[in-house]
């Protein structure tokens, strides 16, 4: 669990406190203790449950979002059916002191509103979310699954692309395939080091995301390599993109931070088909192969 995110959210974390020490202060005032025996311990796990869930739940979004509108919103009503939750809980606890109980009688109107509340948080975070999967479109193909995301370039690793292909070739989808190597990529590591070698595959993998189209997806095949799954592109068209993707990696010039020096990089790239009567490993492999040729041929 990250629980740095949580840092970000001291006034919402303050919001919710505030409420619970509200509802406890409210209990109090308004009744007496009761003897333990005639509590309803069923209803007391019940409410309870509800009480504890919703804390949980809380603290979950806090840990799971940036600041913004819908985080802002999604924690109000989750405090406010928080804090009915909690003053239906004490109220098992409690002996109202006036003739009215009036908590009981206004208890659930902050989890209605609490509820309206996050009704609407759920509608932003549904817009919210339709723009997180257009900007995901090139990284992912028809399938999401965050364990097979490399943490250094944020695509997808070997093994989603390998999944993805194979799905393609048993629908019997022709594709094409590329795979780039970027040319004497441990010199920019013992260079420059390694973050700055990990900072440069990023920005390989954004230039390729940029050279795809939407229907196409691109995943760190290992260290220094990357494979393209073109769904539905002729050889030819596959050879012209890997021409583009060339020209755009060569052309950058990349800034190491601790240099004044530019580095500029440089690819190389095979292409090929995805063979229906081959397996994925196969295809691949050879692919890797014919890459490695090329590059002693270059050496
Ligand atoms: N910074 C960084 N380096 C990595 C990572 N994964 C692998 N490498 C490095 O990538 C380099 C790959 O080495 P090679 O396969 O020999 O490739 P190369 O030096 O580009 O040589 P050629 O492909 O023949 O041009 C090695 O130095 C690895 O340590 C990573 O996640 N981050």
């Known amino acids: ?118 009704s609407y948080a759920l509608y932003l975070w549904h817009l919210e979310q339709l723009a997180l999967n257009q900007q995901l479109r090139r990284r992912e193909l028809d399938y999401r699954w965050h364990q097979e995301i490399d943490a250094i370039t944020l695509l997808y690793r070997g093994s989603y692309w390998k999944e993805r292909a194979r799905k393609l070739a048993s629908n019997k989808v022709p594709a094409s395939i590329i795979v780039v190597d970027v040319v004497n990529f441990s010199f920019v590591n013992t260079q420059y080091g390694i973050v700055e070698g990990d900072r440069i595959l990023r920005e390989i993998a954004h230039l390729l995301l940029m050279n795809i189209r939407k229907t196409d997806l691109v995943c760190r095949y290992a260290g220094d390599r990357f494979v393209i799954l073109l769904p539905n592109t002729k050889l030819e068209d596959a050879l012209l993109l890997v021409n583009q993707i060339q020209c755009s990696i060569e052309s950058v010039a990349f800034k190491p931070s601790s240099k004044k020096v530019s580095l500029f990089t440089k690819v190389k790239s095979v292409v090929g088909c995805l063979a229906l009567t081959e397996t994925i490993e196969n295809t691949l492999s050879h692919l890797n192969q014919e890459l490695d040729e090329l590059g002693e041929r270059v050496a």
Do not use: C, Y
């Open 1 to 118: 669990m990250k629980f740095d995110l949580i840092m970000q959210h001291s006034r919402l974390v303050i919001f919710h406190v505030s409420l619970l020490l509200i509802a406890i202060l409210l209990s109090n005032i308004s009744g007496e203790l009761v003897v333990l025996a005639t509590v309803e311990w069923s209803d007391v796990i019940g409410e309870g449950s509800i009480a504890l869930l919703t804390i949980f739940w809380t603290f979950a979004v806090m840990m799971s979002r940036p600041s913004g509108k819908v985080t802002n919103l999604l924690v109000i009503g989750l405090s406010l059916v928080t804090f009915s939750a909690m003053l239906d809980l004490f109220d098992e606890f409690m002996d109202p002191i006036s003739s009215i109980n009036w908590i009981s009688l206004f208890e659930s109107i902050p989890a209605a509103i609490g509820m309206l509340v996050m």
